[in-house]
Every structure is written in structure tokens, then in C-alpha cells.
């Protein structure tokens, strides 16, 4: 016989797989039943796919029987992102990268199976005479090289 987190979890995950543009990030199930699921996409996520996923997996996990309260959130575009199917959605966004090396701030202007290309505008100074010049550098980064990813956000 199947255990709640197991049923829960199967449930979420069958819901979710009917819309080929979405997927889980995170589900986390306290000790008290409550559990919360984020969700993202390819695509912005509308609202009413957090109320169908919600309203499906309530119809398979008996709320009566089991006790638990369930919050379908999206991703918050304001949170730093690991995930590299994210990366995708946000092209031609200014990212700030954080990679081992460092961080790299810049436009998302490439996304491959294995990785990004970021274009960073930089001031330097001018390899002759006074001043700075504008240069613009763009870096090959693989996913496992990304401890993490977010938007900044302009206005």
C-alpha cells in the first residue's frame, strides 16, 4: 500500500504531465500534511492551471482521508533559478549568473541543450589614451557550471 507522500507526489505529477509546457520545481510535504507545490514552465503559468492541478489531485488524494492541505503556487520571477529548462523562458533577459568563478550580469541571448551565452557590457579602459570604452564579451557558460540564476528586473 501506497504512503500519502507517495500518492500525493504521483497525483501532482500525473496532473502536471497533462500540459507538456509545465513542470515541477519543488514539493515539499510537512510533517503536519501541508504540502506545497511550485510549478514552471516553458510558457507563463496561468492561474488556472494552478487551480485544474489543484482540483485534480484533490479528486485522487481523499482530503477526508488523509487530512492535508495542498498550495499550487508558480515560480517567483524574483527568486534565484537552478532548473535549466528556466533558462529558456527568460531569453533576451538580463540575467545575474553565479557560477564558481564568480557572477556575470548580462543579456540571455543563446540557450543550448548543454548550456547559455550570455552577452555582458562592460566598461573598460581604452587600450591607448584616456578613458573607457564600452566593450561588449560574451560567455559560454554549461549548466553544471551554474550554481544558480535570476532576472533583474528593469524598468
Known amino acids: 500500500m501506497k504512503t500519502f507522500e507517495e500518492k500525493i507526489k504521483k497525483a501532482i505529477a500525473e496532473s502536471v504531465g497533462k500540459n507538456p509546457d509545465l513542470f515541477v520545481l519543488k514539493t515539499d510535504i510537512s510533517p503536519d500534511k501541508n504540502v506545497q507545490v511550485i510549478i ?54 538580463k540575467l545575474k549568473i553565479k557560477t564558481a568563478e564568480g557572477e556575470i550580469e548580462g543579456k540571455l541571448i543563446e540557450v543550448t541543450d548543454t548550456g547559455i551565452v550570455v552577452e555582458e557590457k562592460k566598461r573598460e579602459p581604452k587600450p591607448a589614451g584616456k578613458g573607457k570604452h564600452t566593450v561588449i564579451k560574451k560567455h559560454e557558460i554549461p549548466f553544471e557550471a551554474i550554481k544558480k540564476a535570476k532576472v533583474i528586473i528593469e524598468f
Not at 484533490?58 to 492541505?69: G, R
Not at 534565484?80 to 523562458?89: H, I, M, T, Y
Open 40 to 93: 514552471d514552465g516553458t510558457k507563463p503559468v496561468p492561474l488556472s492551471e494552478c487551480i485544474r492541478i489543484t482540483r485534480e489531485v484533490e479528486e485522487q488524494v481523499d482530503k477526508d482521508i488523509y487530512n492535508y492541505a495542498l498550495t499550487v503556487g508558480t515560480f517567483d520571477i524574483t527568486q534565484w533559478f537552478e532548473d535549466p529548462r528556466q533558462f529558456r523562458k527568460n531569453l533576451n533577459r
